[in-house]
């Protein structure tokens, strides 16, 4: 488990000190993959540094299974270190090593003998799905294949958590949604715990069971993914799930936000709806996808004045079991 | 022709010299970089944002390495003449020559070292430390491996200004191009001499040139390859 109490970090900048956290408060349970999402310049690689103390906390603990990391040694650290992997947006890739040789580099460091970091990085190369291309050097590889390098080497000493700091984000969004299938599997299967730092409400929706909310140096509100996402407390949230447009008065009228969390199968709902109720049903967003034929995502309908009609049409939603959300 | 020339050419005397140049400005840069590249490394890592950070250390090499950089050549060999006398037993001829070389060298070398491997990416730093690497790996896994195409050039910079330096040792008894070109050419009005001179420098400065050149592109792995444009 991962435990931030009190955490702190303040930078000394030219005129007097910058609080990048302030007074975090979280813990991450085994097993899980955690979000922490944010904007730009809210602390969120600042928190997630702090982790394997890449940045010293200023005050405060972090503690991993127990052990207040801010108090071990140098070499305690290191080997600490050994059990928690990193990615990065950049890659971070050895540019005069091949693949391999990237994949050896922690093995190397606690000199692993050759037969046996060969295994490992055969393994490792074939969980990754890149074993044609281990003899290739990073700058002949696509940003995806340098990203699968960077999780084959993270998890070469068989760590138990997994720091992913905006991995995701100079990629594609087809590779994008690749990578988060292997980190899933890897978080399913090798049972790796996974903090995503991410500004983007996609990837947290696609693979986080928990997400915590950091705006100006703070934690705002954290919990299950799908309580923040069917009832956002905080306005950044609010923001970060839906863009501030929508929920504006620019549209004016009542509105409706209907939430799918996998518990709908695929079906024309509006249709049947529009259809079932006798009105016409004017979608202001839509923000969905089917996965296995179930639907994810949220959607923004616009409201009839009449309240007849709204009354129907809620008790349609809710025959159907869909969630559904007032004044978004 | 001049006489002169053409008795140096014959005797083979020419050649001679062109080789003491050769191995001079070799041997003395070889020797500058071992001192110097554990210079360079210490000034990266103790830097403020370095590995290590140690301010005043890396004040006071910064310092030495500043002063011995900003000294004219032909200054720094009288100045020096004691530290040659002490460590070759004489403060003339081509030992005394080499000890100079080392000393101008050895500095330039250094700082060409310490901005190699600022070019090292700290993401790549920031990932090797998120592994556990200690600094000592740091250093020999990351920096001077990253750096080394960097790192070549470098040396074939500091070759081609050791080349040049040399030509000024014969002021202390050096033998090389330097000193035919001075002693017979200059001093003895024979203008041919000197442009001979001039022709053998500009054919050592372009193989090393172009082999130093050679083997950086071909250690380095990256697609957008080091530019040969910073030597020239
Ligand atoms: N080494 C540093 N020195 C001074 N200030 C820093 C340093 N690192 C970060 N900061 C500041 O701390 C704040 C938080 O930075 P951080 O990198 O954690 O943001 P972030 O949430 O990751 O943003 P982004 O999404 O842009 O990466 C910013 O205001 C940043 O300018
Ligand atoms: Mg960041």
């Known amino acids: 488990m991962i435990e931030f109490r009190h955490l702190r970090k303040e930078y000394p900048v030219a005129n007097g000190t910058l609080v990048a956290l302030d007074d975090i408060n979280l813990s991450i349970e085994n097993g899980v993959i955690y979000g922490i999402i944010g904007l730009s310049g809210a602390g969120k690689s600042t928190l ?78 074939r969980l990754v799905g890149l074993q044609d291309k281990a003899k290739a050097y990073p700058s002949q590889l696509s940003g995806g294949q340098k990203q699968r390098v960077a999780i084959a080497r993270a998890l070469a000493t068989g760590p138990k958590y997994l720091l992913c700091d905006e991995a995701t984000s100079a990629l594609d969004p087809n590779t994008t949604n690749s990578i988060l299938e292997l980190l899933k599997d890897i978080n399913r299967e090798l049972g790796v715990t996974i903090v995503m730092i991410t500004h983007e409400m996609k990837v947290v929706e696609s693979i986080c069971s928990y997400v915590a909310v950091i705006d100006k140096s703070k934690i705002v509100e954290h919990g299950k993914v799908t309580e923040l996402f069917s009832c956002p407390k905080s306005e950044i949230a609010k923001e970060l799930i839906l863009p501030g447009l929508i929920r504006s008065e620019s549209t004016p009228g009542n509105k409706l936000r209907l939430i799918f969390d996998g518990s709908v199968t695929d079906k024309p709902l509006i249709s049947t709806l529009s259809r079932e109720c006798g009105v016409e049903v004017n979608i202001l967003f839509a923000d969905t996808k089917t996965i296995d034929g179930k639907i994810f995502g949220h959607m923004v309908i616009a409201m009839p004045s009449d309240d007849r009609a709204v009354a129907e049409i809620k008790t349609f939603l809710d025959k159907n079991g869909v969630t559904y959300k007032e004044g978004i | 022709m001049s006489e002169l020339l053409k008795q140096l050419f014959q005797s083979g005397e020419i050649y001679k010299h062109a080789w ?60 020096f003449l ?130 130093g050149i050679f083997i950086a592109h071909k250690t380095d792995k990256r697609i957008r390859k080091i530019k040969k444009r910073r030597v020239l």
């Not at chain 1, 090593?97 to 460091?109: D, I, K, Q, S």
């Not at chain 2, 070889?30 to 830097?47: E, K, S």
């Not at chain 2, 000592?136 to 080349?163: N, R």
């Open chain 2, 20 to 79: 003491i140049t050769i191995w001079t400005t070799l041997l003395s840069t070889l020797i500058a970089y071992l001192i110097g590249l554990p210079i360079g490394v210490l000034l990266n890592v103790t830097d403020k944002d370095g590995l290590r950070p140690c301010v005043p250390l890396n004040r006071a090499l910064g310092l030495i390495v500043n002063i011995l950089r900003s000294m004219p050549f032909v200054i720094l060999m009288v100045a």
């Open chain 1, 48 to 125: 997630v540094r702090c982790i394997n103390l890449l940045e010293r906390p200023t005050e405060g603990e972090v503690i991993i299974d127990g052990e207040d990391l801010v108090k071990a040694s140098g070499k305690r650290l290191r080997e600490i270190r050994r059990n928690i992997g990193m990615i990065f947006q950049g890659f971070n890739l050895l540019e005069q090593r091949t693949v391999e040789a990237n994949v050896r580099f922690p093995l190397e460091l606690i000199k692993t003998p050759k037969e046996q970091a060969n295994r490992r990085i055969d393994e490792l190369l």
């Open chain 2, 82 to 211: 004691p530290v040659a006398k002490f460590f070759v037993g004489s403060s003339t001829g081509n030992a005394a020559m080499l000890v100079m070389l080392i000393i101008a060298a050895a500095p330039y070398v250094a700082r060409l070292v310490e901005s190699s491997l600022k070019e090292v990416d700290r993401g790549v730093i920031e990932a090797a430390r998120s592994m556990g690497a200690s600094n000592l790996q740091i250093i020999f896994k990351v920096f001077l491996p990253e750096a080394k195409p960097s790192l070549i050039v470098g040396a074939v910079i500091s070759t081609v200004t050791i080349l040049g330096y040399s030509a000024m040792a014969s002021t202390i008894g050096g033998d090389g191009l330097g000193k035919v070109a001075i002693i017979y050419g200059h001093q003895r009005f024979n203008e041919d001499i000197i442009w001979v001179c001039v022709a053998f420098t500009v054919i050592i400065v372009q193989i090393i040139q172009e082999v």
